[in-house]
């Protein structure tokens, strides 16, 4: 079985090494340090990853990470590298329905955050499996958004999603659909179709879980 989060997990750690501490991802204010931070906090720190999706936990969530962030940076990589198999989300049995989607994701924040960057062309296996993810992804961070949103993987699927009214299409490969849907618009590569007021209107929505 291919490990897909292992292999986004290998080459994550090998670019932020690459590229230092200091430089910019795609997620604003962060730096490959705070990314590297981030990802220790959700694997290794079950008292304080709540923070990252409920707001009432953010702030020991967020000091608990600037805490971790402040250590040497090659260490915060070589942990990174090697999670803890007692974590819930990365054990040799959760590992690649937790991380698949979320490694890949934060790989390409910090390709995507550099000058001159292309998508890459993923394995058809690895699209399959960031497809699963798309439907999952577009009812939560759609079901708000006043649009019906007819949402097109080509060569793997397509579904609906959206509150209702004005019909717009949202086309793209599995892993650019990933990207968009959770709050990486701007380095997306999808196409939308329809009214023009409603289509930059999605481009620029707080789209996530």
Not at 49 to 77: C, K, M, Q, T
Not at 179 to 194: I, K, M, W
Request: charged share 25%; net charge positive.
């Amino acid at each position: 079985m291919p490990r897909y989060a292992r292999a986004e997990r290998e080459a994550l750690a090998d670019l932020m090494l690459e590229l230092g501490p200091d430089a910019p991802t795609v997620n604003e204010g962060w730096t490959t340090r705070d990314l590297a931070a981030h990802l220790l906090v959700r694997e290794r720190r079950p008292d304080a990853a709540g923070g990252i999706l409920l707001p009432p936990l953010r702030g020991y969530g967020e000091s608990v990470r600037r805490r971790i962030a402040a250590g040497p940076y090659a260490d915060l990589i070589a942990r990174v590298r090697r999670p803890p198999v007692w974590s819930p989300v990365s054990n040799p049995l959760t590992d690649e329905l937790a991380n698949g989607m979320e490694f890949f994701i934060h790989h390409e924040d910090v390709r995507r955050a550099r000058p001159g960057w292309q998508p890459r062309n993923l394995p058809a296996g690895q699209q399959a499996v960031l497809w699963k993810r798309v439907a999952l992804l577009a009812r939560m961070a759609l079901r708000r958004f006043p649009a019906e949103v007819l949402v097109q993987a080509p060569g793997h699927g397509e579904l609906r999603a959206g509150g209702g009214g004005e019909r717009l299409r949202l086309v793209g490969a599995p892993g650019e659909l990933v990207l968009f849907l959770t709050g990486r618009q701007r380095v997306a590569r999808v196409q939308v179709d329809g009214p023009a007021e409603r289509a930059e209107r999605l481009r620029n929505a707080e789209l996530g879980l």
